[in-house]
Nanobody, 114 residues
């Protein structure tokens, strides 16, 4: 079993920044690729960013330049730093970890509003 717990979301104003965290635990057995997806109200879930076991990041074109994914292998934790938040970033953000298939957390709400 793999457990993923996201934290760091909430209500923020446009232009602000925040950092999401995702702590993984359970039968991970090594350093695994991890990812962030999000689902905005009324929209399909979409890929946001991912990071390989070696630490190489990848981003959706729509978030390049504002989002930064990173990881702390000692803590089995992945982070997503979001700068210059926009109302369209409002979504539930999900953290995933890949062991053959992807395991996902419960998600955390990020609301960008003035």
């Amino acid at each position: 079993q793999v457990q993923l717990v996201e934290s760091g979301g909430g209500l923020v104003q446009p232009g602000e920044s925040l950092r999401l965290s995702c702590a993984a635990s359970g039968s991970i057995n090594g350093i695994r690729p991890m990812a962030w997806h999000r689902q905005a109200p009324g929209k399909n879930r979409e890929y946001v960013a991912s990071i390989t076991s070696g630490g190489s990041p990848n981003y959706a074109d729509s978030v390049k330049g504002r989002f930064t994914i990173s990881r702390d292998n000692a803590k089995n934790t992945v982070y997503l730093r979001i700068n210059s938040l926009k109302p369209e970033d409002t979504a539930v953000y999900y953290c995933g970890l890949q062991i053959q298939t992807f395991y996902w957390g419960q998600g955390i709400q990020v609301t960008v509003s003035s």
